[in-house]
């Protein structure tokens, strides 16, 4: 059995409570983290076009691809502590939610905690990213609160037609 948890700043130790709790003894645990390319990007391009590109090695895209680097490592490494036993670690870049469910495939289970609004039951409390992961992902999904799940008088009520 493989199952990818995928680590975000923020809700990593959820997934990693979750796969520590419902991935079986023996399973392949993947340790997934993406980072984005679109800050970067931007940066590299408003340099290029600013500025040039006579001295690349001044390029701040550069540095902050080099700095999201080192974040990961650092979660990642964080996150596999914190596992206790042992897995793979795999780092991404590119369009987050398309990185996540290509590296998904294959796979058994993947796991992802809520990345909305966290004080509310209901469609908010998965972001852009989440939602189409869920949407999409080729594998069965474990989709976990960050902290305390809020009461159901937080759902949100029926659509009028439905009362």
Do not use: K, N
């Amino acid at each position: 059995m493989t199952v990818i948890a995928w680590i975000v700043e923020g809700t990593w130790p959820a997934c990693i409570d979750a796969a520590r709790t419902h991935a079986p003894e023996g399973a392949d645990i993947v340790l997934l983290h993406v980072t984005g390319s679109e800050v970067p990007g931007a940066a590299h391009g408003a340099y290029a076009g600013l500025l040039g590109r006579a001295r690349p090695e001044r390029d701040p895209g550069t540095a902050l691809e080099h700095l999201a680097a080192a974040s990961a490592d650092q979660l990642l490494a964080d996150a596999a502590e914190r596992l206790g036993r042992p897995c793979a670690r795999s780092e991404r870049t590119g369009r987050v939610e398309r990185e996540v469910v290509a590296a998904a495939e294959g796979a058994d289970l993947l796991i992802l905690a809520r990345d909305g609004d966290h004080t509310h039951l209901g469609p908010r409390s998965l972001g852009p990213a989440s939602r189409f992961i869920v949407d999409h992902a080729p594998c069965a999904v474990l989709l976990v609160w960050p902290e305390t799940a809020p009461g159901i008088a937080t759902m949100p009520p029926p659509p009028p037609h439905h009362r």
